[in-house]
């Protein structure tokens, strides 16, 4: 069992002490839907893991970034968006937006989104 960061909302999340709207879970991921969607399709993919930032991975990390990445994929393929396009953000600190810090891969799709961001 990977420990709960006691101040962290998604390790809480992650151990069920905070509801969750809980799309898919593995033994090294869980994806949930944001409270706060910016689409229709607004996904959390977040390790059990907790790294608080992409500034903190480290080279074993690869594999378990890859299969978010690749879970990313598949989540969107599974609510027929991969072929009308979607995105893939981690905001890392300040002047990216991250707010939570225990890193994790927003997933949006099923509306246009605009670039360059906001
Ligand atoms: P960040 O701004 O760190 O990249 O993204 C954090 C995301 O977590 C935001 O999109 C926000 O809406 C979402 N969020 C914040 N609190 C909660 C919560 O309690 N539950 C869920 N499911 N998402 C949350
Ligand atoms: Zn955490």
Not at 31 to 60: C, E, G
């Amino acid at each position: 069992m990977t420990p709960t960061h006691t101040d962290c909302l998604f390790c809480k999340i992650i151990a069920g002490e905070v509801p969750g709207t809980i799309v898919f879970q593995d033994e090294s991921i869980v994806a949930f839907r944001d409270v706060s969607p910016q689409a229709p399709l607004h996904v959390l993919i977040v390790p059990r893991k907790h790294i608080p930032s992409l500034n903190d991975l480290v080279p074993d990390d690869d594999g378990l970034v890859g299969s978010m990445v690749r879970l990313a994929a598949s989540l969107a393929k599974e609510h027929g968006y991969h072929e009308r396009g979607y995105r893939t953000v981690f905001n890392t600190n300040g002047e990216a937006g991250q707010t939570v810090f225990h890193i994790h891969l927003h997933l949006l799709a099923g509306r246009r989104l605009i670039w360059p961001p906001g």
